[in-house]
C-alpha cells in the first residue's frame, strides 16, 4: 500500500547534527502517524518519535527528547528526523514506519539508513 524510502545516514561526530528524510510512495502520510525507530547491533528495534499527520502531534522518547525533531514537507510526502547533539550511543540503523490507525500499530516499514557517530 505503502512504500518508503530512508535517506540521509552518514558518519558524523560526537556532537553533530544530521537530517533523516523519509519519503512515501503509493499513498499518503496523510490518513497515519509516521514514527522513527533505530536498531543497533544485536538489538531490538528501539523507538525514537512518532508524529500524527492530521494533528501534528508529536512525541518522543525519553532517550532522544530535546535533541531530536520530527518535520514535515507535505508537497513531497516526506518527514524528517532532524538529530542534534549526536552520540556514539546514537549509532544505529535508522528506520521509518507507518501506523495506518487501523489498531495494528506500525505495519508498514522502510528498508532504513544507517547513522555512525564517532567518539
Known amino acids: 500500500q505503502v512504500q518508503l524510502v530512508e535517506s540521509g545516514g552518514g558518519l558524523v561526530q560526537t556532537g553533530d547534527s544530521l537530517r533523516l528524510s523519509c519519503a512515501a510512495s503509493?499513498?499518503?502520510?496523510?490518513?497515519?502517524?509516521v514514527g522513527w525507530f533505530r536498531q543497533a547491533p544485536g538489538k531490538g528495534r528501539e523507538f525514537v518519535g512518532r508524529?500524527?499527520?492530521?494533528?501534528?502531534?508529536?512525541y518522543y522518547s525519553d532517550r532522544v527528547k530535546g535533541r531530536f525533531t520530527i518535520s514535515r514537507d507535505n508537497a513531497n510526502n516526506t518527514v524528517f528526523l532532524e538529530m542534534n547533539s549526536l552520540k556514539p550511543e546514537d549509532t544505529a540503523v535508522y528506520y521509518c514506519?507507518?501506523?495506518?490507525?487501523?489498531?495494528?500499530?506500525?505495519?508498514?516499514w522502510g528498508q532504513g539508513t544507517q547513522v555512525t557517530v564517532s567518539s
Open positions: 514506519g507507518v501506523d495506518h490507525l487501523d489498531g495494528r500499530g506500525f505495519s508498514s
Open positions: 508524529f500524527t499527520w492530521s494533528t501534528g502531534i508529536t
Open positions: 503509493g499513498r499518503t502520510f496523510s490518513s497515519s502517524a
